[in-house]
């Protein structure tokens, strides 16, 4: 008897939380309109929202009334916007959207993988590798939309965010949206006392080297153990960037044969690079996972993140004041875009017209723009440079310019479905790099070689 | 060795014990405590280093900004239901499934228990996509039943409950049968009762199994009214980041239906605990 009290007391204690709760309820924002959310979509006609240059638009009255199934694989601030837009959408073009958030990026492919098998697969998907599952499956739809349809200005985007919609060269098969590059944060109080004045950044990673060896030597203000001088969240993306600066190309493409070649000279001097960071201890090994509470905890000085950390590490999610810069390179300026983009999935062809407006209302310039300053991601449109928005989100958080300073010089290479295991096997390569197991020539040949047989098996 | 040496060693003894348990006990309790301040916190507490204990405000927005994010309340009920409707079936299924395989002498009966035990290595995502197709084949995507069904065995408490049905005597068996019982007399009247410990841990075991299931309630439905709390809280997490204080404030209230089953179940848990060391 004595044991149920507790258990009836919590038993109450669960009702009241969920009572109390009910003050601010839930509202779901694909049938109830947008009730919380704090960026604010802009108002806009369906005509002023789209391109007018091109041959063929399809109309508001040939969609009109039609239902789309959409999954989406953004949570948090970003579903909530991608939720808003929609709405947004649904409203101006009549068509009923059921939006359903699919999980994370993983999730996502074995969702969509199922349901492509069982044609259960939505109509149109917000996923990380899209073309892997459009392009990779021979539809090339959104090629075709792109030629016939003015409804989207492939022109005005940037030209490595459509080389991440492309599939093994044979065309176009998705389109960019939530679309991020890696930037590099730094804590300002941190270099300040380490005395490095960041009104001149380091360009090169020689340069951020140099940098690092202040920080260790004055920078640890916190006093704690732990205490590094740089660090990535995402080890295999920063490498693959790094890659392309010091002029190795990842992989190659011979007409659709894909030959992983990470292993070459120009692969194992970046190799040997990252390891002497390990090696001066201005890196930890192997810790990676980590390295975001790190930074967030005022114990790291510099991080290689996600842009869309812009808009997320507000003020109130710091202790410190927060910087950041472009981030260094080898002998030329490149970053490996990352993120998700729109596929059309459908097989109904009477909805591909709605399908495909949904897609490029959701890119066009100004709701992309309106997306990525909620959101932090990139806007993909040349033209969102000129929108005053974008101007003053520059002028109220500076870290915005260095964001959109690197657009110029980001790349993509070609879809192809073994993309996922070279990931893994460069992070695999470079957590034993860091620990000492093998040299950088030994483990990036020993990933190069997985992943060829793996790509030979297929 | 003295009385009093005795009384005094022992004294020794126990309030070492003491302290080692307290400490145990602290490292335990450590993560629930840690979460349930954590759920207080603004975000830049929860990052703060060296760690802050206690909020340097506490806010309380985190619990309603819960209910403001996602659909809780539905998410809630939908574990409920199929948390409870996963767990009642997979004990009666595996109570009936042990009782066969331990107490009943059929053609098979070994290499049934064999692919039962092997099934225990294979993992999930192994499984996960023909189970979708077999779903999808009998319409039960976005349904309860499609949650429920496919999760409705496992090797696991099957084997769990054979083991303690094991540890009933052949003589008791044999007593019933003399007194007239057949095999589901036997199975009602005599083994059950006498494993309500074990058939307890099962359930328990069985629940929180249940209660934290994720993955595969994702696959199978795509509408909010069918969806469970496992994948609003991973919707409260942003890309490769959490906003750990919201998340704290979620697991709080997503926890306590299992601490109300946990201190229900606790005497029993125990007792089987207890007497899985003792000889019948």
């Given at each position: 008897m004595k044991k149920r009290i507790p258990a009836i007391l919590l038993a109450a204690l669960m009702i009241l939380s969920l009572t109390s709760g009910c003050v601010s309820q839930y509202v779901d924002k694909t049938t109830e309109g947008t009730a919380m959310q704090t960026t604010k979509a802009p108002e806009t006609t369906p005509a002023a929202s789209d391109s007018t240059a091109a041959p063929v638009?399809?109309?508001?009255?040939?969609?009109?009334?039609?239902?789309?199934?959409?999954?989406?694989?953004?949570?948090?601030?970003?579903?909530?916007?991608?939720?808003?837009?929609?709405?947004?959408?649904?409203?101006?073009?009549?068509?009923?959207?059921?939006?359903?958030?699919?999980?994370?990026?993983?999730?996502?492919?074995?969702?969509?993988?199922?349901?492509?098998?069982?044609?259960?697969?939505?109509?149109?998907?917000?996923?990380?590798?899209?073309?892997?599952?459009?392009?990779?499956?021979?539809?090339?739809?959104?090629?075709?939309?792109?030629?016939?349809?003015?409804?989207?200005?492939?022109?005005?985007?940037?030209?490595?965010?459509?080389?991440?919609?492309?599939?093994?060269?044979?065309?176009?098969?998705?389109?960019?949206?939530?679309?991020?590059?890696?930037?590099m944060y730094y804590n300002k109080d941190i270099l300040k006392a380490a005395g490095v004045d960041m009104t001149n950044p380091p360009k090169t990673w020689s340069e951020f080297y140099d940098v690092l060896s202040k920080v260790m030597e004055k920078g640890n203000i916190s006093g704690s153990d732990g205490f590094k001088a740089f660090d990535t969240n995402d080890e295999a993306w920063l490498f693959k960037s790094m890659l392309m600066q010091n002029g190795c190309e990842i992989i190659e493409n011979n007409n659709g044969e894909i030959t992983p070649i990470f292993n070459n000279a120009k692969a194992v001097e970046v190799a040997d690079?990252?390891?002497?960071?390990?090696?001066?201890?201005?890196?930890?090994?192997?810790?990676?996972?980590?390295?975001?509470?790190?930074?967030?905890?005022?114990?790291?000085?510099?991080?290689?993140?996600?842009?869309?950390?812009?808009?997320?590490?507000?003020?109130?999610?710091?202790?410190?004041?927060?910087?950041?810069?472009?981030?260094?390179?080898?002998?030329?300026?490149?970053?490996?875009?990352?993120?998700?983009?729109?596929?059309?999935?459908?097989?109904?062809?009477?909805?591909?017209?709605?399908?495909?407006?949904?897609?490029?209302?959701?890119?066009?310039?100004?709701?992309?723009?309106?997306?990525?300053?909620?959101?932090?991601?990139?806007?993909?449109?040349?033209?969102?440079?000129?929108?005053?928005?974008?101007?003053?989100?520059?002028?109220?958080?500076?870290?915005?310019?260095?964001?959109?300073?690197?657009l110029s010089y980001t790349w993509a290479y070609t879809h192809f479905q073994e993309m996922g295991t070279m990931d893994s096997q460069i992070k695999a390569a470079l957590g034993k790099l860091e620990k000492g197991r093998g040299t950088s020539q030994e483990l990036l040949d020993k990933a190069v070689k997985e992943l060829q047989s793996e790509i030979d098996d297929k | 060795m003295s009385k009093a040496t005795k009384v005094k060693y022992s004294y020794n003894r126990h309030t070492?014990?003491?302290?080692?348990?307290?400490?145990?006990?602290?490292?335990?309790?450590?993560?629930?405590?840690?979460?349930?301040?954590?759920?207080?916190?603004?975000?830049?507490?929860?990052?703060?280093?060296?760690?802050?204990?206690?909020?340097?405000?506490?806010?309380?927005?985190?619990?309603?900004?819960?209910?403001?994010?996602?659909?809780?309340?539905?998410?809630?009920?939908?574990?409920?239901?199929?948390?409870?409707?996963?767990?009642?079936?997979?004990?009666?299924?595996?109570?009936?499934?042990?009782?066969?395989l331990v107490h009943l002498k059929w053609p098979g009966q070994g290499f049934v228990a064999a692919v039962m035990r092997s099934s225990m290595f294979v993992p999930m995502v192994v499984t996960m996509i023909p189970m979708y197709l077999l779903c999808a084949s009998l319409g039960l995507i976005d349904t309860y039943s499609g949650i429920i069904l496919p999760q409705i065995t496992t090797a696991f408490t099957t084997f769990l409950i054979m083991s303690y049905f094991a540890s009933i005597p052949q003589d008791m068996i044999d007593a019933?049968?003399?007194?007239?019982?057949?095999?589901?007399?036997?199975?009602?009247?005599?083994?059950?009762?006498?494993?309500?410990?074990?058939?307890?841990?099962?359930?328990?075991?069985?629940?929180?199994?249940?209660?934290?299931?994720?993955?595969?309630?994702?696959?199978?439905?795509?509408?909010?009214e069918y969806r469970t709390l496992p994948i609003g809280l991973k919707y409260l997490t942003q890309e490769s980041s959490s906003e750990y204080q919201v998340m704290m404030a979620a697991a709080v209230m997503t926890i306590l239906p299992v601490l109300i089953v946990f201190i229900f179940f606790e005497k029993q848990l125990v007792r089987s605990i207890t007497l899985t060391g003792m000889k019948s």
């Open positions: 638009q399809s109309t508001e009255a040939d969609i009109k009334g039609q239902s789309l199934t959409v999954w989406y694989a953004v949570s948090g601030t970003s579903g909530e916007l991608f939720n808003e837009l929609s709405k947004k959408f649904e409203n101006e073009y009549g068509v009923k959207l059921e939006l359903s958030y699919s999980g994370g990026s993983g999730d996502t492919a074995t969702k969509v993988s199922a349901a492509l098998l069982t044609h259960t697969q939505p109509d149109v998907a917000l996923m990380y590798a899209g073309p892997l599952y459009t392009g990779g499956e021979g539809d090339f739809r959104i090629a075709e939309l792109l030629k016939t349809t003015s409804d989207f200005d492939q022109d005005d985007v940037f030209e490595g965010m459509m080389d991440y919609c492309d599939y093994m060269n044979e065309g176009i098969c998705a389109i960019p949206c939530g679309i991020s590059t890696q930037v690079y990252w390891k002497s960071l390990v090696d001066a201890g201005y890196m930890s090994a192997a810790q990676h996972s980590n390295a975001e509470k790190a930074f967030l905890g005022g114990n790291l000085a510099f991080i290689a993140a996600s842009s869309n950390r812009i808009s997320r590490w507000t003020a109130d999610a710091t202790s410190f004041e927060l910087g950041a810069i472009e981030m260094p390179y080898f002998t030329q300026p490149s970053l490996a875009l990352g993120g998700n983009v729109l596929v059309i999935l459908t097989e109904d062809e009477s909805k591909l017209q709605a399908a495909w407006k949904y897609v490029s209302y959701l890119a066009n310039a100004e709701n992309n723009t309106t997306f990525a300053l909620g959101t932090g991601y990139l806007p993909i449109h040349k033209s969102a440079m000129e929108r005053q928005e974008v101007k003053d989100a520059i002028a109220a958080n500076e870290m915005y310019t260095v964001a959109f300073n690197q | 070492v014990s003491f302290i080692v348990l307290f400490l145990l006990s602290l490292a335990m309790i450590f993560p629930f405590v840690w979460m349930i301040l954590s759920s207080f916190k603004t975000a830049a507490d929860v990052y703060q280093y060296p760690p802050r204990w206690i909020p340097s405000v506490w806010n309380w927005k985190n619990y309603s900004q819960v209910f403001s994010m996602i659909p809780f309340l539905r998410y809630y009920w939908n574990s409920i239901l199929t948390t409870v409707a996963e767990t009642a079936l997979q004990i009666v299924i595996s109570i009936l499934a042990a009782y066969s019933a049968k003399l007194d007239g019982c057949g095999p589901a007399g036997i199975m009602m009247r005599v083994v059950v009762p006498n494993t309500k410990g074990a058939i307890a841990t099962a359930t328990l075991f069985s629940f929180l199994g249940n209660w934290k299931s994720y993955t595969w309630p994702l696959i199978i439905t795509t509408k909010t």
